[in-house]
């Protein structure tokens, strides 16, 4: 097996202990050994000085969405950007959709049906959880990937049809179904509740889903119904906080059935929302210290990516497709979604169109007020077409959500907690204005919130975007850097490690400072840029 030694480094192995300085010396898949200068072999295979650099594990992206596009024969090239972040593991099927289990019936563009990916075609072969691993197996994956269950999969596949509801024998098949897929390799359950199908599962079926999953010794990671102070999911007329009621509700069920419990990508969407922060992670801290297993994850930006369809509330999305062209549904869902907007905090501007999902890819890049204004239409109007014609796969950033720009006290809040691991939820496109988070998120925590603000130090970060995202899925062997583990490994300059954002309608660019990158021993970033020809990464079925 060959050798390669990674010389003069200055080491944070993941465990949360100090940086030593040491030599990596890494064979085959694996790190063979840390060595002194006194212990140095005589010849290897390959020799990188890393003097000046940080030598850290390869970084783990726990909420991730790349199960949608490992399947396409090109996804080296779209999936390139994560290894030049220095992401090496993704854990993917979040938010209640994952590409498998399959069945027929669900029809060629069955990816629709859950509205958020990008809806590009691709050849099912597989119809069970452990055919899509063997699929992505053979595909040779450019990073590792952990693939959970979705909610919404299962849901799909146990009707004949779209329903909302499921009957006790559907929802018999439903659980069963992720019991197989456990078997065969998944590493979790995902829920998404704030989506359709998920948005109208009863708190009965949720505690159903959770103690499969808690039986089996599998993790659970929710999107909630709400995360804000009022939401689509509930009544309007429930005046306490959505967001806390959404949280509450998920504690009691982990309470009851003993899950591990991952809420997703932790957000304060809207103005009115960021006041509720405190009270959301005193619940937590509560929920942690009465043994409940809670954790959360977050992503360093006041933005995120989600559908066009998700400030319309669940009565609507019934309703489609023929609530877009009745008047008096338009009326109501008007003014519901102008008081509601109002209090909330945020308004059309704060809605930016980065995947339109159709053949037009006209306007993205540009917030949805700009857009109504070169269409001549109203605000609602133009994103209820942009639904329509994309028939609700079009993607948006939504602004406006942990702060904004020159008032992120609440993102420092969320990233700073202990209980926080980090991850990008970044949807990718072929040519489409892409999520920041898709190129910068891990360089943006350890460049802005490590070294600029020290909200945390380099060591406390490294173990959150490494080790304890492994624990958390059972992921073998990743997320350190001891003799034995994969060599999963990420080079790193801290004085000049930075996302590049973007600027008005510019996309984000590549990151800065990080140099080499490794997944299970072989180099496949060299010097910041992703070496096209190495896919190497493995499925880790758990």
Request: aromatic share 8%; net charge positive.
């Amino acid at each position: 097996m060959k050798q390669c030694l990674l010389k003069n480094a200055n080491i944070i192995d993941g465990t949360g202990k100090p940086a030593f300085k040491g030599h990596i010396l890494v064979k085959g898949m694996r790190i063979e050994s840390i060595l002194k200068d006194n212990d140095l072999p005589s010849s290897v295979d390959k020799v990188i000085d890393v003097s000046g650099n940080t030598v850290s594990p390869g970084f783990i992206d726990m909420h991730s969405h790349l199960d949608w596009v490992m399947p396409h024969a090109d996804h080296a090239e779209l999936t390139k950007c994560f290894l030049e972040q220095g992401v090496t593991t993704v854990v993917a099927g979040n938010c209640g959709a994952s590409p498998a289990p399959y069945r027929k019936h669900l029809g060629e563009e069955w990816a629709k049906l859950f509205l958020f990916p990008g809806c590009r075609k691709f050849y099912t072969s597989w119809e069970s959880m452990g055919e899509f691993l063997d699929y992505l197996s053979q595909a040779k994956p450019s990073l590792n990937i952990a693939q959970l269950v979705g909610h919404a999969t299962v849901h799909h596949i146990a009707s004949d049809k779209r329903q909302k509801k499921l009957s006790s024998r559907q929802m018999k098949t439903s659980l069963l179904e992720v019991q197989k897929a456990f078997d065969e390799g998944a590493c979790g359950l995902s829920l998404g509740l704030g989506y359709d199908p998920g948005i109208f599962m009863s708190l009965k079926e949720i505690e159903a889903f959770c103690r499969l999953a808690s039986n089996a010794g599998k993790p659970v990671a929710v999107h909630l119904k709400a995360y804000s102070i009022l939401s689509p999911a509930y009544s309007p007329t429930y005046l306490k906080s959505h967001n806390l009621r959404a949280l509450n509700e998920m504690i009691n069920i982990a309470r009851k059935t003993g899950v591990k419990l991952q809420i997703s990508h932790l957000l304060f969407v809207g103005l009115r929302s960021w006041r509720t922060v405190d009270s959301f992670l005193e619940i937590i801290d509560s929920a942690k210290k009465e043994g409940i297993d809670i954790m959360f994850d977050a992503f360093p930006y006041t933005y995120f990516n989600t559908t066009v369809n998700v400030v319309l509330p669940s009565w609507f999305l019934a309703r489609l497709p023929k609530a877009y062209k009745n008047p008096l549904l338009f009326l109501r869902l008007y003014t519901e979604l102008l008081v509601g907007f109002s209090l909330v905090g945020f308004n059309f501007k704060d809605f930016q169109l980065i995947h339109d999902a159709t053949t037009s890819n006209t306007h993205e890049g540009k917030r949805i007020s700009e857009i109504a204004k070169e269409l001549n239409l109203s605000p609602l109007r133009t994103m209820l077409e942009i639904s329509r014609k994309s028939k609700g796969c079009a993607s948006i950033l939504f602004h406006g959500a942990n702060g904004e720009p020159g008032n992120e006290k609440v993102l420092d809040q969320i990233l700073s907690h202990s209980l926080c691991l980090f991850e990008t939820d970044a949807l990718i496109y072929k040519k489409e204005y892409h999520n920041p988070a898709a190129l910068g998120t891990f360089p943006k925590i350890l460049g802005k919130y490590v070294r600029d603000k020290k909200l945390f130090s380099a060591e406390n970060a490294i173990k959150r975007m490494t080790s304890l995202s492994a624990e958390r899925f059972g992921l073998k062997d990743r997320g350190k850097i001891i003799p034995g583990a994969f060599a999963d490994i990420v080079i790193w300059n801290p004085h000049t490690i930075a996302e590049q954002p973007p600027t008005d309608i510019k996309p984000a660019a590549q990151p800065k400072g990080i140099k080499h990158v490794f997944v299970n021993g072989e180099q496949v970033v060299c010097n910041g840029v992703s070496l096209m020809n190495k896919q190497v990464g493995q499925v880790l079925r758990i």
